[in-house]
């Protein structure tokens, strides 16, 4: 069942700003990862951020996670036209032998040269 | 990470057929698999979990008998929608478990029912 809502659900920039999207869940977590999809593609792992974590950095992608409020952020800094894509936050349930994902409904990113 | 496959990677098909997709784990022997399904526009749904040597275990409002899910190999899951109409068509994209708490996904498959 979908339980990750991202905002906002579609965002434009020019080439070299920054991109902020959230993303907010209900159930207690393992972890939350943010995939990126490209038009008609597959889905690529972006980053995963663990429940005793509050910020990861990877490259331009710096994502934070706040349990109490059950949401997490993605910022990508210096944007390039390649970042236009869909990004989607994903969470694991900290459920014992819980290891399946649950989507939230991605916000689409336009990056404009 | 891990590399997966899909083949095809689209098929168009007549309505009442029945359509096979592969899903393979490359670079390590995954004992779970997942499938998923993406309608235009939406998010991913979980259709499945596919457990090799096992039967598969189906979400709430799939039905069993259409999705036909094969598990005979810790490198290979199958896919298989039984007389397929025109609302099955969507993106259907499966994933192992990396066991590192990580999924790496497959490209994807296009399926249009005509």
């Known amino acids: 069942s979908q339980q990750g809502e991202e905002d906002p659900q579609a965002l434009s920039i020019q080439e070299g700003e920054n991109a902020t999207m959230n993303c907010s869940y209900k159930?207690?977590?393992?972890?939350l990862q943010w995939y990126r999809q490209n038009s008609g593609r597959g889905l690529v792992h972006l980053i995963l951020?663990?429940?005793?974590?509050r910020e990861k950095h990877s490259g331009r992608l710096r994502v934070t996670l706040d349990t109490s409020k059950k949401s997490s952020s993605l910022l990508i800094t210096a944007s390039r036209a390649a970042d236009t894509a869909s990004y989607f936050c994903?969470?694991?349930?900290?459920?014992?032998?819980?290891?399946?994902?649950?989507f939230g409904k991605g916000t689409k990113l336009s990056v404009i040269p | 990470g891990a590399v997966v496959s899909q083949h095809p990677s689209w098929v168009i098909c007549k309505s009442g057929t029945s359509v096979k997709i592969e899903c393979r784990s490359l670079d390590f022997q995954a004992t779970t698999m997942f499938w998923y399904r993406q309608f235009p526009k939406q998010s991913l749904m979980l259709m499945a979990t596919s457990n090799e040597g096992s039967k598969a275990t189906y979400e709430q409002g799939v039905e069993k008998d259409k999705f036909l899910i094969n598990h005979a190999s810790l490198t290979l899951s199958t896919l298989t929608v039984t007389s397929a109409h025109p609302e099955d068509s969507s993106f259907y994209i499966c994933?192992?478990?990396?066991?590192?708490?990580?999924?790496?996904f497959g490209p994807g498959t296009r399926l249009t029912v005509l």
């Open positions: 159930t207690s977590i393992n972890n």
């Open positions: 994903a969470t694991r349930d900290s459920g014992a032998g819980s290891y399946q994902l649950t």
């Open positions: 994933s192992d478990f990396g066991g590192n708490g990580t999924q790496y």
């Open positions: 951020i663990r429940s005793n974590e």
